[in-house]
């Protein structure tokens, strides 16, 4: 069983820059693709982006692509996500999770259901 924890997130003004960071604990970390979600008040829980267990194949939301990147170093247990030109409607709670699935490939609905040892998020909120 792997347990994550989030942290990274605050307050920032719109057009900045925030990295998110995942750590993890449990052997099997490196074998294993992982994702990002977030959730808005009154949301349901949305796929952000995915990234490989190798980290050589990623995955987003059409609205995050070219301002988000997600990227993993194994050797920390550490999946990140760098957010920059940030906005407004990013404004959310952020998860990371393990994907179950375990096979990434471009088409492929994320769903949370998908997704399993949810950590407690980090919140991010951008001011206009």
């Known amino acids: 069983q792997v347990r994550l924890v989030e942290s990274g997130g605050g307050l920032v003004q719109a057009g900045g820059s925030l990295r998110l960071s995942c750590a993890a604990s449990g052997r099997t970390f490196s074998s294993n693709p992982m994702g990002w979600f977030r959730q808005a008040p009154g949301k349901e829980r949305e796929f952000v982006a995915a990234i490989s267990s190798s980290g050589g194949s990623s995955y987003y939301q059409d609205s995050v692509k070219g301002r988000f990147t997600i990227s993993r170093d194994n050797a920390k247990n550490t999946v990140y996500l760098q957010m920059n030109s940030l906005k407004p409607e990013d404004t959310a709670v952020y998860y990371c999770?393990?994907?179950?699935?375990?096979?990434?490939?471009?088409?492929?609905?994320?769903?949370?259901?998908?997704?399993?040892?949810w950590g407690q998020g980090t919140q991010v909120t951008v001011s206009s």
């Open positions: 999770a393990v994907d179950r699935v375990r096979s990434l490939y471009s088409g492929r609905d994320f769903k949370p259901a998908d997704f399993g040892s």
